[in-house]
């Protein structure tokens, strides 16, 4: 249970000594700043310029997180050279965020919204914690502004999501449970009150997802006028949703669906979830999203 794993996690958990290397990489797209490590990682050396801007973030947030903590949360894998593992980025931490923030939301529902059904609080705590609901609030905390990442790397509504959960990975590490449902709490704030209004529910990406698909001008912005399959096929722009159960949830209570959304052989979105159909509507909606990015893109 993810709970239960919380408080071991909260347990152990351990503020980071001198000794832990973290990639560094100037702010606004610069070349990068590597320490030069050992076998024995050296003392992380963060400039006092990055240390003012992860001061200014720490305000902004109103978090108690360390320096070498917070730069760990905001460093992208892609500042990290393959071969040198002993620098860390944020993916462990992505994925204890991921957990911490599935956790948070679930108990708020559970506890001030006691008429819920089980269903329904699937719904919503799968609306909340969604990759788009993630990159939302990602923007409103400008956390992107301060990513360590690779020159020429672009961002995108994954990399939002996961710095957003290595963020709050960061918080929990060393604010513990309380800190982190504080800083959940306030931050997503908007997104939650959002989905309980039930707005959501009425939302069909699937259908909207397939009506985009099915515009002649969609076709040409998103193919460059190449029909899938041939112009006459009216199949040729159906999405089809490839559904199977994730290996880490293989002997899980509770299983966890991955989705990804093809149009011929092309995956315009993927989603997650604790049904087929939870995972479906989350792929619909990244794939949609990203759609209509790539239109008003064109159109710009």
Same mark, same amino acid.
Request: one cysteine or more; charged letters at 20%.
């Given at each position: 249970?993810?709970?239960?794993?919380?408080?071991?996690?909260?347990?152990?958990?351990? %503020?980071?000594?001198?000794?832990?290397? %973290?990639?560094?990489?100037?702010?606004?797209?610069?070349?990068?700043?590597?320490?030069?490590?050992?076998? %024995?990682?050296?003392?992380?050396? $963060?400039?006092?310029?990055?240390?003012?801007?992860?001061?200014?973030?720490?305000?902004?947030?109103?978090?108690?997180?360390?320096? !070498?903590?917070?730069?760990? #949360?905001?460093?992208?894998?892609?500042?990290?050279?393959?071969?040198?593992?002993?620098?860390?980025?944020?993916?462990?931490?992505?994925?204890?965020?991921?957990?911490?923030? @599935?956790?948070? /939301?679930?108990?708020?529902?559970?506890?001030?919204?006691?008429?819920?059904?089980?269903?329904?609080?699937?719904? $919503?705590?799968?609306?909340?914690?969604?990759?788009?609901?993630?990159?939302?609030?990602?923007?409103?905390?400008?956390?992107?502004?301060?990513?360590? /990442?690779?020159?020429?790397?672009?961002?995108?509504?994954?990399? #939002?999501? @996961?710095?957003?959960?290595?963020? /709050?990975?960061? %918080? &929990?590490?060393?604010?513990?449970?309380?800190?982190?449902?504080? &800083?959940?709490?306030?931050?997503?704030?908007?997104?939650?009150? #959002?989905?309980?209004?039930?707005?959501?529910?009425?939302?069909?990406? =699937?259908?909207?997802?397939?009506?985009?698909?099915?515009?002649?001008?969609?076709?040409? /912005?998103? &193919?460059?006028?190449?029909?899938?399959?041939?112009?006459?096929?009216?199949?040729?722009?159906?999405? =089809?949703? !490839?559904?199977? *159960?994730?290996?880490?949830?293989?002997? #899980?209570?509770?299983?966890? &669906?991955?989705?990804?959304?093809?149009? @011929?052989? *092309?995956?315009?979105? !993927?989603? =997650?979830?604790?049904?087929?159909?939870?995972?479906?509507?989350?792929?619909?909606?990244?794939?949609?999203?990203? $759609?209509?990015?790539?239109?008003?893109?064109?159109?710009?």
């Amino acid at each position: 249970m993810k709970h239960s794993t919380l408080h071991a996690l909260h347990a152990q958990q351990r %503020v980071p000594d001198s000794k832990e290397s %973290v990639a560094t990489n100037t702010l606004n797209g610069g070349s990068s700043v590597r320490n030069t490590v050992s076998n %024995v990682c050296e003392e992380v050396r $963060i400039t006092q310029e990055r240390r003012v801007q992860l001061a200014s973030l720490r305000s902004a947030l109103g978090i108690d997180v360390s320096d !070498a903590m917070l730069n760990q #949360a905001l460093t992208h894998s892609s500042c990290v050279d393959e071969n040198n593992n002993s620098i860390e980025n944020n993916e462990r931490m992505e994925f204890l965020g991921d957990t911490v923030l @599935d956790t948070i /939301i679930s108990t708020y529902l559970y506890t001030n919204h006691p008429g819920l059904k089980e269903g329904e609080l699937s719904s $919503i705590r799968s609306a909340i914690v969604n990759r788009y609901t993630l990159e939302e609030v990602c923007n409103e905390l400008n956390l992107l502004r301060y990513l360590n /990442i690779a020159v020429g790397q672009r961002t995108n509504v994954n990399i #939002a999501g @996961d710095t957003v959960e290595a963020v /709050i990975a960061a %918080v &929990f590490l060393q604010g513990g449970l309380v800190g982190a449902t504080a &800083f959940v709490h306030k931050h997503f704030e908007t997104q939650i009150q #959002a989905k309980l209004s039930g707005g959501f529910i009425d939302e069909n990406y =699937k259908g909207k997802l397939q009506e985009v698909l099915s515009s002649s001008k969609a076709q040409e /912005i998103l &193919f460059q006028g190449q029909a899938k399959n041939g112009a006459a096929n009216s199949n040729a722009y159906r999405p =089809k949703y !490839a559904t199977k *159960e994730a290996e880490e949830s293989a002997n #899980a209570h509770t299983p966890t &669906f991955v989705t990804q959304v093809m149009v @011929d052989k *092309e995956c315009l979105g !993927a989603g =997650k979830g604790s049904s087929k159909k939870a995972a479906e509507k989350e792929a619909a909606q990244m794939a949609y999203g990203a $759609i209509m990015k790539r239109i008003r893109d064109h159109k710009m």
